[in-house]
Structures are given as C-alpha cells and as structure tokens.
C-alpha cells in the first residue's frame, strides 16, 4: 500500500515537473517570438528614418548644388571711354539728356576694339551679344551720379549674358552638339580669347541679393521679393498676434463654456484645416473686389496670411493658457486681484513662451505660403523694390514659382538659390522658436 502511495506520488511529481518544463517551453517560445517581433519593429523604425534622412540628404544635396552657381556672376572687365560727343554733344549736363545718351553703342565699341579681328555686321552682332543688357545700363548710372566722368576713360567690370555665364561655369560645354546650344563656336572661341587676356573674372554675384525681378537671369535678383515677404509678414505679424491672443484669453479665461463658445471652438479648429487657397479667394473677393484695396500689395497680402495664421495662434495660445497651473490663478483671486489682474499678470506671463513660439511657427508657415498669394495678384513681375504695405510688390515663394516657370536655363540656377534663402529664413524662425521656448520655459 505504501509503495503504491509512493509511486502515485512519484507520478505526480514527474507530471508536474513534465507540465512545469512544457509550460517554461511555451513561454520561452513565446518570448522568443516577441523579442524576434520587437527586433523587427526595431529595424522597420531604424530604415524608416534612414530612408527620411536619405531623402532630405539628397533634397538638400539637389537644392544646393543647383543653386551654387547663382552665388557667382561673370564680368568682363573693360576701359570705356565715356565719349561726351555721344553722352552729351552739346555739353549741358542736362539729367534728362544724360539718361537717354546711347550707352549701348559705347559699352559695344569698346568691346569691338578689344576684338579687332572680329569683321562682318554679323559677327560684330554676336560678339556685343557676350554683354548683358544690363552693361549699359551700368554705365547710365555711373555718369548721371558723376557727371565730371564724361570724356574719360573708367575701368568698368560689366556683367555678361546668362548664356556665356553659364559657359563660364561649365554648364554649357563644347562637347554639346553647336545646333543644340546657344553659344556658337565662334563665340566660345572668343569668350577664350578674352579669358586668356584676363579680362574675364568669376566672383560673388552681389546682384543676386541687391536687386529686385528681372527678364535677364543675370540681373535678377531677390531683394525686392525678400522685401514683399518683410512687409507682409510685418502686416502678418501686428494684426494675427493681437486678435489671436486676445481671441485665445477671452476663449480660455472670461467666455462662458456653452453651446456658442463650443460653436466657436470647433471653428476655430476647422479653420485650421481649410486649405490656404480658400483664405485667397476670400482676400480677392472681400479686401480687393469689395474694399478696393491695391492688388499685388503687401498690404492686403498680409491681411489674407493674418486669416490663415490666426487659427494656428489661437490654439496654440490657449494650449499655453491651460498650461498654467490653476494654483496660480487661485492664488491671485486669493490675495484680492481680479480675473483682469490674474490674466495680465500672472496668467500671460507663465504663457508667453508657448504663445511665441505658436506665434513664430504659424509666421514660418505663412512665409511659405504661395496660394493665397497668388489668388491676390502678387504673381505680377515686379522689377522695383517696394519701399511701403502699399507698393506692389511679390514674395520668396511666388519669387521662386516664377523663376521655376521660366524657360530661362539660367533661372534654373536662381530658383534653387531663392529656395536656399528660403529654407534659412524658415530654419532661422523655427531655431528662434526652440530658443525661446528654452529661455523663458519655466517648471512647476
């Protein structure tokens, strides 16, 4: 009987132990099948970022190669004598006459004598096509603000058309078919000729920052859009971060939670999403068609980017309203200040930080906006730089559409240069946005 006993226990005892071990198989399968899963979503989120990086590396690389070029312009340098039987034959230094003197015929028979050998009315013509239209207008300026230069002889380094820029720069290559390109080897041939002798420099292209649109790539520039986009965005700027963070106070601190304010909330929150080419139309038909506002104004611009900032500011004002701790509030009621005085000087402060950096977020994505824009006319070509809110005037990003537009081979190089200035601006806002963010961020 009791060997019996011993062996059914036995029995059981090796059961368990076979149960114990089946069961430690199981979960160490199972272990093994969430580890492998684990890895596997490891390895997904690792190629996923690598494949992210990989695109904003090439995006990048595209952007910054292409653009390159447009830091750097072509001049040849020349000794123009300022004949003053051709600029002013009767010597009354009148402006008017200064400015209307045949420059282009100077600016070409000073480039014909470095070419003597060059003979026939159409070689001639395709040797001065080497010159930008821009040389004589270079030389304009430089007599009407020095009248005393006529009759002498100046050094000038006057810029050269796109096509033989590009040449310069290794764009345009002989190996090309001549049929296929815009340079003549004739012309090759004396572009060499004369970077032979050195009068033919590369250097940095201050026209590219210092002047405004134009129809010849080597003399447009992008100050006159940078200053549409500092205008609107100054009119984007004072009449968005009032009524945003006024609207965001009253909606957090004073209104009464009740079916409007919910109204007004769910609105609020469905004018963010509402793509920006509606705030356009609205701008065409309200500001422009029923105000009679200027079209192609900064002015109006700025009133359309206002509209479509607002909603991001006023969540992300109010988001920075509720994060303030209640304590503080209730401990200003306590000590007797009222809900005016808890707000201005307590509530506001603490908030600031988000506000800001809401604030400079919906003015980064305002400054890249293009539809709204266009829906307002600031497509225009504009070839002087605004000088008021109510100048036309255009932007980076509509600057960049209308050179991406252009048959110009040359644009293509100043497109990718306006996208670099762009993309600094808005790194440079999001980088102000983190900064302030750190310094005047406070833990409770």
Request: proline share 5%; aromatic share 8%; hydrophobic share 50%.
């Amino acid at each position: 009987m009791t060997d019996a006993v011993m062996n059914d226990a036995q029995s059981n005892e090796q059961m368990l132990r076979d149960r114990a071990n089946h069961a430690s198989d199981a979960v160490k399968r199972s272990l093994k099948k969430r580890y492998a899963a684990e890895a596997r979503f490891k390895a997904y989120g690792i190629t996923a970022i690598g494949i992210a990086l990989a695109a904003v590396v090439i995006l990048f690389t595209t952007i910054i190669s292409s653009g390159l070029p447009a830091f750097t312009d072509t001049t040849i340098t020349l000794n123009v004598e300022l004949k003053e039987d051709v600029i002013d034959p009767e010597g009354t230094r009148d402006p008017l006459t200064l400015a209307n003197a045949n420059y282009r015929k100077i600016v070409f028979d000073t480039l014909l004598a470095e070419m003597p050998e060059v003979q026939g009315r159409r070689d001639k013509r395709a040797l001065t096509s080497m010159l930008s239209q821009g040389a004589s207008f270079q030389v304009q300026q430089l007599v009407t603000a020095d009248p005393s230069l006529i009759g002498q002889t100046v050094e000038l380094a006057l810029p050269v058309a796109a096509d033989f820029d590009l040449y310069k720069k290794g764009v345009i290559n002989k190996d090309t078919d001549e049929a296929d390109r815009r340079v003549s080897d004739k012309q090759m041939a004396w572009f060499d000729t004369l970077e032979e002798r050195g009068i033919i420099q590369t250097g940095f292209n201050t026209t590219f920052f210092a002047n405004a649109d134009s129809r010849e790539p080597e003399l447009a520039g992008i100050w006159g859009a940078t200053m549409g986009s500092l205008f609107t965005m100054l009119v984007t700027l004072l009449m968005s971060f009032p009524i945003g963070v006024c609207a965001a106070v009253y909606l957090e601190e004073f209104a009464p939670k009740n079916r409007l304010t919910q109204i007004i909330e769910v609105n609020i929150n469905n004018l963010a999403a509402v793509p920006s080419i509606v705030f356009g139309l609205l701008g065409l038909a309200v500001f422009i068609n029923f105000f009679g506002l200027p079209r192609s104004a900064p002015l109006v611009g700025g009133m359309v980017l206002a509209l479509m900032t607002l909603p991001t500011i006023i969540i992300a004002a109010r988001a920075a309203l509720k994060a303030v701790p209640p304590s503080i509030r209730e401990a200003a009621l306590g000590l007797g200040a009222s809900r005016m005085q808890v707000v201005t000087h307590h509530v506001l402060p603490l908030a600031m930080p988000g506000i800001l950096t809401g604030t400079i977020i919906g003015m980064a994505q305002a400054l890249g906006e293009t539809a709204p824009l266009l829906m307002i006319g600031m497509v225009a070509f504009i070839v002087d730089i605004p000088g008021s809110v109510t100048d036309p005037a255009t932007v980076l990003p509509v600057q960049v559409f209308l050179w991406a537009d252009s048959p110009e081979r040359a644009f293509v190089a100043r497109t990718s240069a306006a996208i670099m200035v762009l993309l600094t601006f808005l790194i440079f806002m999001n980088a102000l946005a983190v900064v302030l963010r750190k310094k005047f961020e406070r833990r409770w």
